[in-house]
C-alpha cells in the first residue's frame, strides 16, 4: 500500500524513477527495521513467570511458614499483607510490632483453626509509650485503667483496618470469620473494662448479638454477689463470665477457620504455602 500511494502522486519520468528509488529505499529500511526487530526478540525472549520465595519465622518459635509466589501475579507487598490471614501464621503475627490485635490458633491432626482476638485490658508493654508503670498495673493499680483503655484503642484501630482492607474475593469467607471473633473478643473487653470502672453487674447483663449473659451464666452473677473483695469480682470476671460468655457464643463456636477458602486463594494466585514445625534442637 505505501508503494501505490507513493507512485500515484508522482507523474513525470524522472520523479518517477526518484520516487521509485525512495521506495526501494524505504522498503529497503523496512527490511532493515524487521530484521532488528527479530533480532532483538530473539537477544530479548520473553520473560517466564519468575518464582520468589518468603520465610515467616517468629524467630524463637517452632513455626515456619515458606511461601513462593509470581510477582507477576500478586505483589510482595500485597502477599505480606495477606499472608496473615493464614491459618499457620499466628506466633509470627503476634512478633509483628505494628500489630494491634492478637491470633491464636491450634492444629489438631488435619484440623487448623485460628482467630484474631483484641488485646486483653491486662496487657501492659513496658518500652511502649502508650502504657504507664507497668510494673504496677493491677487492678488496684494507679494506671490499670489507662493502660486497659490503650488496650481498648488498639484494638478498634485493628478492627476498623481490618474492615477496611481491600482482599481478592476468594478471602471474603476467611475474613468475615476472623472479624466476627474479632468484634466479639473487642465487645468482652469493652464490657469488662465499662465493669470494672463502675462495679455494676448490669454492664455484664446486656445483651449482645443474640447472646444474653444473664440466662447464660446465671452461676456466674450469684459467685459475683457473693464475692468479699475487688479482686474476687475481677478474676471471676476475667475468667469465669469471659469463658461464659465465649462458649455461649454458638455463631462462631460452630464454625470453624474456613481452610477451603484459603487454598482457594493460593490456587488463584499460583502461591504455594509450606509449614513446618521445627522439633526441638538435638
Known amino acids: 500500500m505505501l508503494i501505490?500511494?507513493?507512485?500515484g502522486l508522482r507523474r513525470s519520468p524522472v520523479s518517477g524513477a526518484k520516487t521509485v528509488k525512495t521506495v526501494l529505499m524505504r522498503v529497503q529500511w523496512s527490511g532493515h527495521l524487521a530484521m532488528l526487530a527479530l533480532a532483538v526478540a530473539i537477544v530479548n525472549p520473553p520473560s517466564?513467570?519468575?518464582t520468589r520465595t518468603l520465610t515467616f519465622d517468629a524467630g524463637d518459635e517452632d513455626e515456619v511458614v515458606t511461601v513462593s509466589f509470581d510477582p507477576a501475579k500478586i505483589s510482595e507487598a500485597k502477599l505480606r499483607q495477606l499472608i496473615?490471614?493464614?491459618?499457620?501464621?499466628?506466633s509470627y503475627f503476634n512478633y509483628l510490632p505494628a500489630r494491634d490485635f492478637?491470633?491464636?490458633?491450634?492444629i489438631q491432626g488435619e484440623v487448623v483453626d485460628k482467630s484474631f482476638m483484641a488485646q486483653p485490658l491486662e496487657l501492659c508493654i513496658a518500652n511502649d509509650p502508650a502504657y504507664s508503670r507497668c510494673e504496677e498495673n493491677g487492678i488496684d493499680g494507679p494506671n490499670f485503667l489507662r493502660n486497659a483503655k490503650a488496650n481498648l484503642e488498639k484494638s478498634r484501630r485493628g478492627l476498623k483496618w481490618l474492615q477496611n482492607l481491600d482482599y481478592p474475593k476468594q478471602l471474603q469467607p476467611v475474613v468475615k470469620f476472623?472479624?466476627?471473633?474479632?468484634?466479639?473478643?473487642?465487645?468482652?473487653?469493652?464490657?469488662?473494662?465499662?465493669?470494672?470502672?463502675?462495679w455494676d453487674e448490669n454492664v455484664l447483663k446486656e445483651a449482645h448479638d443474640g447472646i444474653d449473659p444473664?440466662?447464660?451464666?446465671p452461676d456466674i452473677f450469684r459467685k459475683l454477689e457473693t464475692a468479699n473483695s475487688k479482686e474476687e469480682k475481677y478474676s471471676t470476671v476475667r475468667f469465669d463470665w469471659a469463658n461464659c460468655i465465649g462458649?455461649?457464643?454458638?455463631?462462631?463456636?460452630?464454625?470453624?477457620?474456613?481452610?477451603?477458602?484459603?487454598?482457594?486463594?493460593l490456587q488463584a494466585y499460583g502461591i504455594t504455602e509450606h509449614f513446618e514445625m521445627k522439633g526441638p534442637p538435638d
Open 84 to 90: 496473615l490471614f493464614s491459618p499457620f501464621i499466628v
Open 48 to 50: 517466564r513467570a519468575q
Open 178 to 198: 476472623l472479624l466476627d471473633g474479632l468484634a466479639f473478643s473487642l465487645w468482652i473487653e469493652e464490657r469488662r473494662f465499662k465493669y470494672y470502672s463502675t
Open 214 to 217: 444473664a440466662q447464660l451464666c
Open 4 to 7: 501505490l500511494m507513493e507512485l
Open 247 to 265: 462458649a455461649g457464643n454458638h455463631k462462631l463456636g460452630l464454625y470453624p477457620y474456613p481452610i477451603s477458602s484459603w487454598n482457594a486463594f
Open 102 to 106: 492478637l491470633a491464636v490458633g491450634s
